[in-house]
């Protein structure tokens, strides 16, 4: 054997080497998909993520796709990742066709555990916000505010019917208000992008006649609905409550130029994902379901301790 085939047996001896070593690392790999990317809620999922993982000694691969209703990207996703051989998965599922991925995952021996939303099937835990309750508790506060108002006409400006979550928290909205007697005078959708809800949004209050309250169920409906009420000249005058926390919305409540919003804790989501997909992974004992409590946040509250902390101002 000549000189240059020692040297390609022994590139190849190598290849093979490096890759059976890492194997024992890539076990203790847990994949984390999101239902969307960006810098808010799902920026905190990743930092809860990335906080267990770091306790933990493990790996973790985090990754979602632009768009919340992008069925295909999160799947590929969740291919490639498993291909890296992650043995679990910590999943915002954003359609119910992942039911399918996760029980075929469950056969190969990978755990899935639910964040944020529950779709049914082979997952393991579900740790999330009750979004029902948590939209309800939208619908009080909205009443709260307007009790002394001559009208109370209110805006509804949903996401997309396909995200299990908004569209939950959007129910409980709704049976709140007409519990308390508030006049729904508009109910649809804006899109799941900000540019797109922005647009939209403008397109449909700058139509209405007059309304006193508008409710946006997720961070990017709230951001869009912000600017289009700055460009309306109705920034401060009608109560808004959103959902989820943004840089813009803390500034706006800060200011009083938007009412209020309901804060989750989605650092809790992707630290207990972690953790318990790990417990899973190992055979331990873990919680087959965890609840995050909400919290509503406007200019009276928004200085005090526990909300600092929830929105990322307290380690």
């Not at 397109?203 to 508008?214: D, P, R, Y």
Request: aromatic share 8%.
């Amino acid at each position: 054997m000549n000189l240059l085939s020692l040297v390609s047996v022994s590139k190849v001896f190598c290849f093979a080497f490096c890759i059976f070593m890492s194997l024992p690392i890539m076990a203790n790999c847990i994949a984390v998909v999101t239902a969307g990317g960006g810098d808010g809620f799902w920026g905190e999922v990743r930092k809860g993520a990335e906080s267990a993982a770091k306790e933990l000694k493990i790996k973790v691969v985090i990754r979602g796709p632009a768009d919340e209703v992008d069925e295909k990207a999160q799947a590929k996703i969740i291919n490639s990742m498993m291909s890296l051989g992650c043995r679990a998965l910590v999943l915002a599922p954003n359609s119910k066709e992942r039911k399918l991925d996760v029980a075929r995952l469950k056969k190969e021996g990978v755990f899935t555990v639910y964040i944020d939303r529950d779709i049914g099937g082979k997952r393991v835990s579900v740790i999330k916000t009750d979004n029902f309750e948590a939209g309800y508790l939208a619908g009080l506060e909205m009443a709260k505010t307007l009790l002394i108002s001559a009208k109370r006409r209110i805006v509804l400006l949903r996401m997309d019917k396909l995200v299990v979550s908004t569209s939950r928290r959007e129910v409980g909205f709704l049976k709140a208000i007409r519990e308390q007697g508030l006049e729904l005078v508009y109910d649809g959708y804006i899109g799941t992008t900000i540019s797109q809800a922005r647009i939209k949004s403008y397109q449909i209050l700058s139509k209405l006649n007059a309304f006193e309250g508008v409710f946006t169920p997720n961070e990017s409906t709230s951001v869009s609905v912000l600017a289009s009420l700055k460009q309306l000249g109705l920034e401060g005058q009608v109560k808004h409550i959103g959902f989820d926390s943004h840089e813009l919305m803390i500034k706006s409540v800060q200011q009083k130029k938007m009412y209020g919003f309901i804060v989750q804790d989605p650092f809790l989501m992707g630290y207990q994902g972690v953790k318990t997909a790990y417990a899973a992974m190992k055979g331990e004992y873990y919680e087959q379901k965890i609840s995050a409590s909400v919290v509503f946040v406007n200019s009276n509250n928004i200085t005090h301790k526990k909300i600092q902390t929830l929105l990322g101002f307290i380690e």
